[in-house]
């Protein structure tokens, strides 16, 4: 599959973004706000979840909530936690 070099959030042109946040995640001391993405999922409330830098960039997310329901950094578990907001 090749990685599309559009930006998601460029929709709305310089400084438009439909970037909303649903999570929040603390991980390594930080907090960070990320927005689901589950558009192209098979089941609602799953995929990847983005920065807004990421989304308005043709970045991949770092984090994702996995088929089983957990939050996965890169790929893998983490030592942190995740609520919806």
Excluded: C
């Excluded at 920065?51 to 030592?79: K, L, M």
């Amino acid at each position: 599959m090749q990685q599309s070099t559009q930006p998601r959030g460029a929709r709305g042109g310089a400084g438009m973004s439909d970037w909303k946040p649903t999570h929040e995640i603390e991980h390594g001391g930080r907090r960070v706000l990320v927005m689901l993405d589950d558009s192209g999922s098979i089941r609602p409330g799953y995929g990847p979840l983005y920065t807004r830098e990421e989304w308005e960039s043709t970045t991949q997310a770092d984090y994702e909530v996995d088929n089983r329901g957990r939050v996965t950094f890169q790929g893998h578990e983490f030592a942190g936690s995740a609520w919806r907001i």
